[in-house]
C-alpha cells in the first residue's frame, strides 16, 4: 500500500465534445499524479462517479525519447483502461491549459497503456488519431443483447465487434427512429456483464439523412448506463463506416440526445488515410484535489 502523505494536486474537470459547458462528456484530470498507487486512483475515480478520470504524470525516458510529452492513466469504476477516447482529449486539453509544452508544436504524444496517441490541432479544438480496429467475432449472446436494447434483429443492417483499446459491439440501424426510440434494460445489461472477459459497450449509429450531421450515435455499457459521448466508439466506427463506404470523411457525428447531451464529434482523415476523432472542450472545474 502506497503509504505517500496525502497533498494539494491540480485537477480539472473538463466537459469534451461541446463548445457549451454541461452539454458534453466530462472527465476529471489528476495533474500531478507522481506517487499515486493504483488503488488510490481507483478510489478517486469511483469518488467522482464520472465514467472516467485521469491521471498524468511525466513520461518515462524511453517514452519521452520515442516523443511522448505526458503519459496518462485511464480509469473507469471498474479499473484502468488501455485507451479511451473522452479522456484523452480532456486530459490534452487540461495539460496544455495547466501550461504544458509539446516537444512539436503541432504535434501532441500521449503515453497510455494502449501505446503512443497522436494529437493534432483541428478546426474543432484537438483530434486524437483512431487507434486501429482489430475486429473480432460477434457475440453468441446477440439474442440477449438485442433484447437488453430494445431491438430485433430486422433493424439490424450491419453489426461488428471492434475493439480500438476498448472493445465496441458495433450497431448500425436502418432506421433513426428506432435509434431514437431505444430504451434498453439496465437488469438485463447488467445480467450481460459475466458473458464477457473485457469491459465490452455496445455502440448503435444511424443515417440521420442531414448533410450537416450525417451521423447519430448512441452507447451503452454493461453498468446499464449510457454514456453521453464516445470517442473510443467514434473511432471505431469511423473506421468501420468509411472501410464499408457507407460515409466518407469529413463529417460530423451527433451523440448525447438520450441523456440530454448535445455531443458533436468531428471525423477528418489525412493524406495517409489516417482518420482523426476531434472535438471542443471546456473547462468546467478547476481547482485542486487532496490525494
Known amino acids: 500500500m502506497n503509504m505517500t502523505t496525502p497533498r494539494l494536486r491540480p485537477m480539472m474537470t473538463v466537459d469534451v465534445f461541446t463548445h457549451t459547458p454541461y452539454l458534453g462528456n466530462p472527465v476529471t484530470v489528476v495533474l500531478d499524479s507522481e506517487g499515486l498507487d493504483t488503488a488510490q486512483m481507483l478510489a478517486f475515480t469511483r469518488w467522482t462517479r464520472l465514467s472516467e478520470a485521469t ?3 511525466p513520461p518515462s525516458a524511453k517514452a519521452r525519447a520515442l516523443g511522448a510529452d ?5 480509469f473507469s469504476s471498474a ?7 473522452h479522456p484523452t ?3 490534452c486539453h487540461a495539460w496544455l491549459a495547466q501550461g504544458g509544452q509539446p516537444q512539436s508544436p503541432d504535434r501532441i504524444v500521449q503515453a497510455c497503456k494502449a501505446g503512443l ?16 480496429a482489430q475486429k473480432r467475432s460477434l457475440p453468441a449472446c446477440m439474442p440477449q443483447i438485442l433484447s437488453a436494447i430494445s431491438l430485433q434483429v430486422e433493424h ?12 465496441w459491439l458495433c450497431l448500425q440501424l436502418d432506421s433513426l427512429k ?3 426510440g431505444m430504451q434498453p434494460d439496465s437488469t438485463q445489461l447488467r445480467a450481460l456483464t459475466p458473458l464477457f472477459a473485457d469491459d465490452v459497450g455496445i455502440g448503435v449509429c444511424a443515417l440521420t439523412g442531414n448533410p450537416t450531421t450525417p451521423l447519430e450515435v448512441r452507447a451503452f455499457m454493461l453498468n446499464g448506463e449510457e454514456d453521453p459521448v464516445t470517442g473510443s466508439l467514434n473511432a471505431a466506427l469511423a473506421q468501420w463506416l468509411t472501410q464499408r463506404q457507407v460515409l466518407r470523411a ?3 457525428a451527433e451523440q448525447g440526445r438520450g441523456v440530454g447531451r448535445q455531443g458533436v464529434l468531428a471525423i477528418t482523415q489525412d493524406a495517409q488515410a489516417q482518420l482523426w476523432v476531434g472535438g471542443h472542450c471546456v473547462t468546467c472545474v478547476q481547482g485542486h484535489v487532496l490525494l
Open 178 to 180: 428506432q435509434l431514437r
Open 70 to 74: 505526458y503519459e496518462v492513466r485511464i
Open 55 to 57: 491521471f498524468v504524470l
Open 117 to 132: 496517441i497522436q494529437l493534432q490541432p483541428s478546426t474543432h479544438g484537438w483530434a486524437f488519431a483512431a487507434p486501429p
Open 156 to 167: 439490424i443492417h450491419a453489426s461488428a465487434l471492434l475493439d480500438v483499446g476498448a472493445p
Open 250 to 252: 469529413p463529417y460530423l
Open 79 to 85: 479499473g484502468e483502461m488501455d485507451f479511451a477516447g
Open 89 to 91: 482529449l480532456g486530459t
